[in-house]
């Protein structure tokens, strides 16, 4: 792909100390992620998937290597925390395996609430936050708290939140595994179409071999290591492309 790719991750390794012997949960990783592509980091559990998810989202550091964001290196030990905060509320978005979200506040506050620590005032963070969960088909349950959506619609706010900031890049880590098979392919056709529609970088951590056709390219790591790239031929059919969600009741 021409351009200069959103993450691009070089020859990164993470060693911890355990005892007397050292850990590598990574190990000389590198690779890229263009705008607009949706990329799958597979393997099994201890492969070091959520390590690399955590240091290219900046929230852990690299022990050695460099990572990029849009051409700018932001691995450097010596950043300034508040300028890296910052960049990464500016730039990335998160996606965890728990929707995380505030029991006691709405789906519509619960977005809206990511806008107004931003200082953008309670009027248009709220006006905003129903137009994101509009574009993840949440209209619907905008004033409904937490134990009133089903898992999948949890999700789906938890996705709306990580668009809140308009990210170049966009990290989920196991997004589906609390789903079930209609869900789960629902959450990955919906990060599908905002690479499409937003040009964001998608990177996501799963083991779930039910959406491994959504991708453009799956990446596996093992034991710290990546031991294979595959591209993956996905039909992006106007199914999948404008896709709704039917209207789910269940608590």
Known sequence: MNGVPVLSVRDVSRHYAS???????????SFDIHSGEVVGILGPSGSGKSTLLLIAGLLDPPSTGEIFI?????????????????????NIGFVFQKANLIPFLT?????????????????????????LLESVDLSHRIDNLPTRLSGGEQQRVAVARALANDPALILADEPTAALDSVRGRQVIGLFRRIADS?????????????????????????????????????????????ATFPQDHSQ
Do not use: K
Not at 71 to 77: E, I, M, T
Not at 109 to 127: H, Q, T
Not at 201 to 225: M, Q, S
């Open 19 to 29: 005892g007397d012997s050292i850990v590598r949960a990574l190990d000389g990783v």
């Open 70 to 90: 849009r051409g700018r290196c932001v691995s450097s030990a010596s950043a300034d925390i508040e300028s890296l905060r910052d960049f990464r509320r500016n």
């Open 107 to 131: 789906a519509v506050e619960n977005v809206a609430l990511s806008l107004e620590i931003d200082d953008i005032p309670a009027r248009d963070a709220r006006f905003y936050a129903e137009h």
């Open 198 to 242: 937003q040009q964001a970088a998608v990177a996501v951590v799963t083991h779930d071999p039910r959406v491994l056709d959504l991708f453009d390219r799956t990446i596996e790591l093992r034991d710290g290591r990546i031991v294979a790239e595959t591209s993956v031929l996905t039909e992006r059919n106007n199914s999948l492309q404008n």
